[in-house]
């Protein structure tokens, strides 16, 4: 599809395990974007990649997250060690240098 | 750091109504973006605006881009059922990444 495209659509782990969530941006895009949706509230940033910069990881909340983006396309979102608290929508979007950024749906994440 | 508050948070109106949501900053934006975000659906650009004073219509939809720099303004015309959902407004922040404001959500009553 020409849109961004999120996998899993809902994800239901038990706490403590890791969990890997899927981004593929709009082809050419060079600007990849993670987001946390809680219920309810807004978006919170985690992660910004750009080209081949290093990432902005300023928005992860803990050494339990990490991002990856290989060959500046596809982005994994890794959640190691899942607390209950993690919960939440977590949301990619991808843009052109200085354009608006493109959302997927989401992954709906739930921590037992 | 930049933050973003928008108002109302909620508002609950009745179909062909007109609405108006504002955004303010604590620092100077260079662009405003409006997002809406249907319920299980990540949110979509709405309008865009780039330059201050700057008003652009999209439909039944109207932003404003404050001639201050630190405000934007969306309006809605004869509201329908299908503009339930939650607005944002979005500018960016020092680096690359979007600020998005906490959002106000839209229900409309038949």
């Known amino acids: 599809g020409a849109g961004v495209s999120q996998s899993p659509s809902n994800k239901v782990t038990e706490k403590g395990k890791d969990v890997e969530l899927r981004c593929d941006p709009i082809?050419?895009?060079?600007?990849l974007y993670w987001y946390r949706q809680s219920l309810g509230q807004g978006l919170e940033f985690l992660i910004y990649?750009?080209?081949?910069?290093?990432?902005?990881k300023s928005g992860l909340p803990s050494d339990r997250f990490s991002a990856e983006r290989t060959g500046g396309s596809v982005s994994t979102l890794t959640i190691q060690r899942t607390q209950q608290e993690d919960s939440a929508v977590y949301l990619c979007?991808?843009?052109?240098?200085?354009?608006?950024?493109?959302f997927g749906d989401g992954t709906r994440l739930s921590i037992l | 750091g930049q933050q973003l508050n928008q108002s109302p948070q909620s508002m609950f109106i009745q179909e062909g109504e007109d609405v108006s949501m504002n955004c303010t900053s604590s620092?100077?934006?260079?662009?405003w973006l409006w997002y809406k975000q249907d319920p299980g659906e990540g949110p979509v650009l709405l309008i865009a605006?780039?330059?201050?004073?700057e008003l652009t219509s999209n439909g039944r939809l109207t932003a404003q881009f404050g001639i201050t720099r630190k405000d934007s303004f969306l309006n809605i015309s004869a509201s329908i059922p299908s503009d339930v959902g939650i607005y944002f407004c979005?500018?960016?922040?020092?680096?690359?990444?979007?600020?998005f404001g906490t959002g106000t959500r839209l229900q409309v009553f038949p």
């Open positions: 979007a991808s843009s052109s240098y200085n354009q608006p950024q493109h």
């Open positions: 082809s050419g895009h060079t600007a």
């Open positions: 990649f750009q080209g081949n910069s290093a990432p902005d």
């Open positions: 620092s100077i934006f260079n662009t």
């Open positions: 605006l780039y330059k201050a004073g």
């Open positions: 979005a500018g960016p922040g020092d680096t690359d990444k979007l600020i």
